[in-house]
T-cell receptor, first 111, second 114 residues
Framework: LAKTTQPISMDSYEGQEVNITCSHN???????ITWYQQFPSQGPRFIIQ???TKVTNEVASLFIPADRKSSTLSLPRVSLSDTAVYYC????????????FGAGTRLAVHP | DTGVSQNPRHKITKRGQNVTFRCDPI?????LYWYRQTLGQGPEFLTY????????KSRLLSDRFSAERPKGSFSTLEIQRTEQGDSAMYLC????????????FGPGTRLTVL
């Protein structure tokens, strides 16, 4: 069964590093893992994408182990404006019918 | 603004009516996706176009749903004989040709079926 699993919610404080993990046991061999951020009443916004090992951009890092059965989004030094829902998106073997978003992790950043 | 646009932003309709939503993707993006999102859930894939060709349609999608992308530019999503269970946010996204997953989303159309 194609499925992704994320923690439902997380709490953090300003300035801390936040790590959100998504498990995806049956990910397609040649496809990427992508993370999105969503604020209320808005469409998701792309954060970062990777295939294996580690990817870093100006806002986040993405860690993917060799077996690719999970991935971890790392947000360094979060601020109040990072309070949002974070989704992983993966494609499982079988084509676009198995383009699966996780249920999302609701991150609350406190002062 | 060169992002993905969707119209209308909100739609309220009565059960049994037909509704149509429009999505204008980022120009030169040849892939276009439709998703449905209900409260507290992640977006659920509905269908996907590459240029004007509809390549995939979710098995979860009722026959009451149909989508088109004439000329490979804007797309429309029609829901016939709406039901209360169709109430959701309908999201459109587009992506450039090479890599799946890096999608640019519009603001969505919120449908309420009374």
């Amino acid at each position: 069964l194609a499925k992704t699993t994320q923690p439902i919610s997380m709490d953090s404080y300003e300035g801390q590093e936040v790590n959100i993990t998504c498990s995806h046991n049956n990910i397609a061999t040649n496809d990427y893992i992508t993370w999105y951020q969503q604020f209320p009443s808005q469409g998701p916004r792309f954060i970062i994408q990777g295939y294996k090992t580690k990817v870093t951009n100006e806002v986040a890092s993405l860690f993917i182990p060799a077996d690719r059965k999970s991935s971890t989004l790392s947000l360094p030094r979060v601020s109040l404006s990072d309070t949002a829902v974070y989704y992983c998106l993966v494609m499982f073997s079988g084509g676009y019918n198995k383009l699966i978003f996780g249920a999302g992790t609701r991150l609350a950043v406190h002062p | 603004d060169t992002g993905v646009s969707q119209n209308p932003r909100h739609k309220i309709t009565k059960r049994g009516q037909n509704v149509t939503f429009r999505c204008d993707p980022i120009s030169e993006h040849n892939r276009l996706y439709w998703y449905r999102q209900t409260l507290g859930q992640g977006p659920e894939f509905l269908t996907y176009f590459q240029n004007e060709a509809q390549l995939e349609k979710s098995r979860l999608l009722s026959d009451r749903f149909s989508a088109e992308r004439p000329k490979g530019s804007f797309s429309t999503l029609e829901i016939q004989r709406t039901e209360q269970g169709d109430s959701a946010m309908y999201l459109c996204a587009s992506s450039p040709g090479q890599v799946d997953g890096e999608q640019f989303f519009g603001p969505g159309t919120r449908l309420t079926v009374l």
